[in-house]
């Protein structure tokens, strides 16, 4: 039996995982190139010139696959060695992941993010195994994601040991031409911005790979979450596009926006914002009252009204916060959820001996837990004219039992505290606020990091934001970025922009993929799907496992 090196041996796991015949080269899949494939295969041209050059008459082989392992570029010594490579499904376009083509020096390296040599018959599959190849990835020096994978081939039974310094040099010059031409592109955008910026009456931000500029009038709009929005809007605009739409500011204030994509860049954008001094909203410090204001207004608003008040909400979005906010006189509070625990005599009897009393409020918390003939005694309490005016609190109607929601409309009104995934827009000033609860300096979060924090769905709400502001300890006074979030929260920017379908799908997947171990041809069994749409969705989802 074969010994396989360890790197090797784990492959051929993944490989055997992902249902693989190792007797059959599967049919091509044949993808459209990732977004940089372009900009990677002009910094490579000039090193594949190069390279063609010095491995004349060595009968080896080039490949260069893209961030998708899709083949972008293919250059072969001999007729002999192209025909061998087709003959196996090296062509244009395929994607030769080691989901789909198991062990190979393109889709491993990718998979495992280092340089790797596979020797003949370290391949997974059989028709590979004339082969030995060598394969290191290309990282971009400024976002430092894997762009591609250089290859060299040859039909020895082992690759040559050189193999290894001779391509890491050639991906060292094509990394070296990336950061060439991000600093070319980063030149546009700065060129585009002082143009525009000459403009008086608007305020002009640009964007590009590795800067942001704004004017002064900019900086006086514009807060961090602005900035992610902006970002977001730009990326189904293809190269030299334009557009116009109305943008509605985190400060409040609503503009109209343009934004062009700067000639010759991959990604650079401007921005023009009209300013209207007598509509131009004034940027305030970020306090709670900002993030909950139209909450606030609801509250205050039914304070000169009658009746008790049921405030809706998640766990941990707040619910206790707004009743206390609404209940400005003195309050008693007692938790529905301690009834199983206290004995509902027992709790029942210190209810009622608290409200002939007399407070002005009683607040009941997590109404919904209380069992039916408890909410029964609280709704003929809540419905008397003389007595104090109850407060509860409960998770959403449309999750409550029709017993909770016979309660609900026997209240005079019914507030909603949003979730914390539906006020994002307000992370900022949500951050501040919080800080300050929490006794320390105000934390500041970084465009990484705000773009991080955008994308999580948040199922603890404020109660989970806390937390995690909680865990960024050594911190305060500093610019917070995505590197010092805690782990789970270091979510691709991508994510933040994906709908709600595409966020529940994306969920569906990893859910499966957790379920089934990782094994991508079982999680596709539980999905549903063939195991192609799955690597797809994964790719276009970002999701990594």
């Known amino acids: 039996m074969q010994t396989l090196r360890p790197e090797i041996e784990l492959s051929w796991k993944r490989s055997q995982l992902s249902g ?31 390279l063609r050059v010095q491995l004349a008459g060595t009968e080896c082989g080039i490949l260069l696959v893209d961030r998708n392992c899709c083949v972008v570029s293919r250059m072969f010594d001999s007729d002999a060695m192209r025909s061998a490579m087709e003959d196996v499904g090296v062509l244009p376009g395929v994607a030769l992941s080691e989901e789909t083509y198991g062990t190979n020096a393109l889709g491993t390296p990718l998979e495992v993010r280092q340089g790797l040599i596979v020797h003949g018959d370290e391949h997974f599959l059989e028709p590979f195994r004339q082969f ?61 911005f002082q143009i525009a910026a ?43 596009g334009s557009r116009t739409l109305g943008f509605a500011l985190t400060s409040g204030g609503y503009t109209e926006l343009r934004i062009s994509r700067v000639a010759g860049t991959e990604s ?40 008790s008040i049921v405030i809706l909400g998640e766990a941990g979005s707040g619910r206790s916060w707004a009743a206390r906010e609404f209940a400005a006189d ?40 209380a069992p039916d003939s408890v909410v029964a005694l609280l709704a003929s309490l809540a419905s008397r004219v003389d007595g104090p005016r109850f407060v509860f609190t409960a998770d959403p109607a449309d999750t409550v039992r029709p017993a909770v929601r016979d309660l609900f409309a026997r209240c005079g009104a019914q507030v909603t505290v949003p979730a914390l995934r539906q006020r994002i827009r307000e992370l900022p000033a949500l951050v501040a606020a919080l800080s ?35 865990a ?36 569906a997947i990893i859910e499966a993929l957790q379920e089934s171990g990782g094994n991508k041809v079982h999680a596709s069994a539980l999905l549903g799907i063939s195991r192609t749409t799955l690597y797809s969705r994964i790719r276009a989802l970002d999701i990594k496992m």
């Open 20 to 50: 693989i015949n190792p007797a059959r080269v599967p049919e091509p899949t044949l993808l459209d190139p990732s977004d940089s494939a372009g900009r990677l295969l002009r910094a490579a041209r000039p090193v594949l010139d190069d």
């Open 132 to 192: 030995s190849c060598y394969g290191h990835p290309i990282v971009h020096p400024v976002t430092r994601r894997i762009e591609g994978i250089l290859d060299i081939t040859s039909t020895e039974k082992t690759a040559n040991p050189l193999f290894v310094p001779f391509l890491a040099r050639a991906v060292r010059d094509i990394e070296a031409r990336l950061l060439e031409g991000a600093r070319e592109s980063d030149r546009r955008v700065v060129d585009a």
């Open 198 to 240: 000459r403009q008086r009456g608007v305020a002009v931000a640009a964007m590009g790979q590795d800067v942001m500029l704004t004017n002064k009038a900019a900086v006086e709009l514009l807060e961090p979450a602005d900035h992610v929005a902006l970002r977001a809007l730009v990326e189904d605009m293809p190269p030299g």
């Open 268 to 307: 650079g954008a401007l921005f023009l914002l009209d300013v209207d001094e007598t509509r131009a909203p004034v940027r305030r410090r970020a306090t709670l009252q900002d993030a909950t204001s139209r909450l606030r207004s609801r509250l205050a608003g039914l304070r000169s009204s009658t009746g």
């Open 330 to 369: 003195p309050m008693w509070a007692i938790d529905a959820a301690h009834v199983v625990a206290e004995g509902e005599r027992n709790w029942s009897a210190r209810l009622l001996e608290h409200v002939e009393t007399g407070p002005t409020y009683v607040l009941i918390e997590h109404v919904n837990l």
């Open 436 to 470: 300050t609860e929490l006794g320390r300096s105000e934390i500041r979060l970084g465009p990484s990091a705000l773009a991080a924090l955008s994308e999580h769905t948040w199922p603890g709400n404020l109660v989970e934001l806390r937390a995690v502001l909680s």
């Open 472 to 507: 960024i300890s050594d911190k305060e006074g500093a610019m917070i970025r995505v590197e010092d979030l805690p782990e789970p929260y270091r979510a691709p920017a991508r994510v933040a922009r994906l709908g709600g379908r595409e966020r529940a799908e994306r969920e």
